[in-house]
């Protein structure tokens, strides 16, 4: 079982620093020191190996997910600790998380297409099912689509694969508190003038719309 675990480490990091699809077997046995024969052992190919990496971690998401959607708590207060239980991962397993998020390891083969895509459909709708349970309630407005607003918040924490690092100044409940109030709150400081706003520039003709007034070449006055 050490064994297993220090195959599953090793390729984690190599995962992580090569990527997925430059790193081969031979790369993993190597940096233990065994020969890639050795490695048939624990698992089959490739694909095995990622999915023992990446996989418990999908399922964890879901777990933490599913107790949160089911609990009496206010819509705002499950969509914080949506937020914490989505993003304290990169703080907890940042390697596992960023191999998962950053290479589109989801089209890499077919066991692990198949495997997560089961994962993160039911991911997504847990998500939505909380974006519309509070739509519903009333607590959050009601600005658009459930699902299309569940993927806008999981595509700003899931960017956190490209940057972040566990040994950077900000720290990630400084990520989850700044994330979630402005999922909450939103930029405006006044949210109903952002709404006439942008309510009237619906109204407006194309021509007369504030994007295209801001792309309209500036005129000149003719020297005489």
């Not at 297409?113 to 939505?128: A, D, F, G, H, N």
């Not at 801001?214 to 005129?219: D, E, G, L, N, S």
């Amino acid at each position: 079982m050490r064994r297993r675990e220090e195959i599953i480490q090793t390729a984690t990091e190599l995962f992580d620093r090569q990527g997925f699809f430059n790193t081969s077997l031979d790369d993993v046995a190597q940096a233990i020191g065994l020969k890639r024969e050795a490695l048939y052992y624990y698992f089959k190919n490739r694909a095995e190996l990622l999915l023992a990496i990446i996989e418990p971690q999908a399922i964890g998401l879901i777990a933490g997910l599913e107790e949160i959607v089911s609990s009496d708590l206010p819509s705002e207060q499950k969509l914080h600790r949506a937020m914490e239980n989505h993003l304290d991962r990169f703080d907890r397993h940042c390697l596992e998380m960023t191999i998962t998020l950053r290479d589109g390891i989801m089209g890499s083969s077919d066991p692990v297409q198949s495997s997560m895509t089961r994962v993160w459909k039911t991911y997504e709708k847990l998500w939505t099912a909380l974006i519309k349970e509070g739509q519903d309630s009333g607590q959050f407005q009601n600005i658009g689509d459930p699902k299309m607003i569940a993927f806008g918040i999981l595509g700003m924490c899931n960017w956190l694969a490209r940057w972040y690092k566990p040994d950077k100044e900000v720290s990630i409940e400084q990520l989850i508190d700044t994330y979630f109030n402005l999922v909450s709150q939103g930029l405006s400081q006044n949210t109903g003038d952002a709404l006439a706003v942008a309510a009237s520039a619906q109204a407006l003709p194309p021509s007369e719309s504030p994007a295209a007034k801001a792309k309209a070449p500036r005129k000149t006055a003719k020297r005489r």
